[in-house]
């Protein structure tokens, strides 16, 4: 697949057991933060988001925690499944206007 | 399905040619991002376009130029190209400025032999 090859930090699971994947962010000024979940040959696809005014978000099987005073963001995955594997980016809605990705985490869950 | 539209899926092309990426959003979207992804570099923002306007840049070549139509769609301008340049080159779409996730295409996988 496309991202075959690509050295990324890797996080290996085995299927059941909860996953974290974490991530630094570079702006405080950042208000917007989001997780996307990429499968080998396609786009990145949404999974969760979080604004800088919470510390933490829920969603289905998944949970987001922001720590805006190390600016550090952490995506939780529970019972995580074999479906689950890919690449996870957090991304940062600068204040200029873009959305800058972190360098992504390779996830993959042994069944 | 995300809505937005990448041509072509697939490129190969020689070094010093140019090429054009093209992207239709989802429909309503106002803002169109381009990124390049690399084997060894994650996603790199490019450029960043709302309602036709350039709004932000990001480290794109100078070899590289971004329009956005008054149809919205977008075009990636890719020329003088290098051995460098081959990369999954993807375009996302998103509503109102800063308020909801981006939506990406399936991206156009560029080869410059």
């Known amino acids: 697949g496309e991202n075959v090859g690509l050295h990324l930090p890797t996080l290996s699971v085995q299927e059941g057991d909860n996953s974290i994947i974490n991530c630094a962010y570079s702006?405080?000024?950042?208000?917007?933060f989001i997780w996307y979940k990429q499968e080998s040959g396609k786009g990145p696809q949404f999974i969760i988001d979080?604004?800088?005014?919470?510390d933490k978000r829920q969603g289905q099987r998944v949970t987001v925690l922001l720590n805006k005073t190390v600016k550090h963001l952490s995506l939780q995955i529970a019972a995580t499944q074999p479906g689950d594997s890919a690449v996870y980016f957090c991304a940062e809605n600068m204040v200029q206007g873009d959305m800058r990705f972190g360098a992504g985490t390779r996830l993959t869950v042994k069944p | 399905d995300s809505g937005v539209t990448q041509t072509p899926k697939h490129l190969i092309t020689a070094t010093g040619q140019r090429v054009t990426l093209r992207c239709s959003p989802r429909s309503g979207d106002l803002s169109v991002y381009w990124y390049q992804q690399s084997l060894d570099q994650g996603l790199q923002f490019l450029i960043h376009y709302y309602n036709g306007e350039e709004r932000a840049k990001g480290n794109i070549l100078e070899r590289f130029s971004a329009q956005q139509f008054p149809d919205l769609h977008s075009e990636l301008n890719l020329s003088s190209l290098e051995l460098g340049d081959s990369a999954l080159y993807f375009c996302?779409?998103?509503?109102?400025?800063?308020?909801?996730?981006?939506?990406f295409g399936e991206g156009s996988r560029l080869t410059v032999l």
């Open positions: 979080i604004r800088s005014n919470m």
């Open positions: 996302a779409s998103s509503g109102p400025l800063g308020t909801g996730e981006l939506f």
């Open positions: 702006n405080s000024a950042s208000d917007y």
